[in-house]
């Protein structure tokens, strides 16, 4: 196998063995300000971490990018673009950083968040794109967060609409795509199977119980995801470990649901 930068990354973000991912961001406190659990940033990525988190994402500003020097080792992915929740238009998400910076911190990928269907899609595509070949000429992994936001869209879960958010990252240089979860298994492999890049799964807002976020992540998988990218389920959850162990059971594992919440107690 020939090793390029971008390998080395990925697998810094990556189970080797499973080919999947667990991530937890946390970026939503430059939308939605200091919300419940992520106030202290550097326990949360302690907690995760000990869970079993392949990686945490987050903007530039946070303390995520000094965790290795203690504690269970876990990837770092640096937020690129955002916007907050008192913009007059809270779709349009604008680069904030550049790949450069991610490098000199060490991160080992990069994310950008793109709403296909807002009314500045076309400039967010463009961001793209800029940002892909920038990440190609340095060598860094880039995750697209594809999610079908606008007037024309009237459910961000919406399979048609998902596939034509995850396969324009893909069709655009993306090396991981993170989308909504459609609802049902037949659906989202028609997503899977119509993208070339790995898909992450959105854990969206927190959810009633354990078990929904559970049979969410086993059913993407089922359809074919390459794992999660959740943040409010686990980061608010009563007990962020636990979750992403939970979590983890199911993504590397291969583990079922019932045996998962047994295992919890």
Same mark, same amino acid.
């Given at each position: ?11 810094? &973000? ?13 970026? !939503? ?5 200091? =919300? +419940?659990? &992520? ?19 987050? !903007?530039?500003?946070?303390?995520? /990018? ?10 770092? &992915?640096? !937020? ?35 709403? =296909? ?39 961000? !879960? ?29 659906? /989202? ?9 790995? =898909? ?14 559970? +049979?969410?992540?086993?059913?993407? =998988? ?12 686990? /980061? ?13 059971? &199911? ?15």
């Amino acid at each position: 196998m020939s090793y390029t930068g971008k390998t080395v990354r990925l697998e810094r &973000i990556m189970n080797r063995e499973t080919g999947k991912t667990i991530i937890v961001p946390m970026d !939503h406190g430059l939308g939605a300000g200091p =919300i +419940k659990g &992520i106030i202290n940033m550097a326990e949360t990525v302690e907690l995760v971490a000990e869970g079993g988190a392949n990686a945490v994402l987050g !903007h530039i500003g946070l303390p995520l /990018f000094g965790h290795r020097g203690y504690g269970r080792d876990v990837g770092l &992915i640096m !937020h690129l673009s955002g916007s907050t929740t008192l913009s007059p238009d809270p779709n349009n998400k604008v680069l904030v950083t550049p790949v450069e910076d991610a490098i000199r911190m060490g991160a080992d990928a990069v994310s950008v968040h793109i709403n =296909i269907g807002a009314d500045t899609e076309y400039e967010m595509l463009r961001k793209l794109g800029q940002t892909a070949s920038k990440c190609r000429k340095w060598g860094m992994p880039l995750l697209a967060m594809m999610y079908p936001r606008g007037r024309k869209i009237d459910s961000e !879960h919406d399979p048609e609409s998902v596939k034509i958010a995850s396969r324009a990252a893909a069709e655009l240089g993306a090396d991981i795509v993170k989308t909504n979860y459609t609802g049902d298994i037949d659906s /989202f492999r028609e997503v899977t199977r119509g993208c070339p890049a790995p =898909i992450v799964v959105a854990g969206g807002p927190q959810m009633d119980t354990t078990r929904d976020v559970l +049979k969410m992540v086993s059913e993407s =998988i089922q359809a074919g995801g390459s794992g999660v990218a959740i943040g409010r389920n686990i /980061f608010q959850a009563e007990k962020p470990t636990k979750m992403v162990k939970a979590i983890a059971g &199911i993504v590397h594992k291969g583990l079922e649901v019932d045996d998962v919440l047994k295992e919890r107690g």
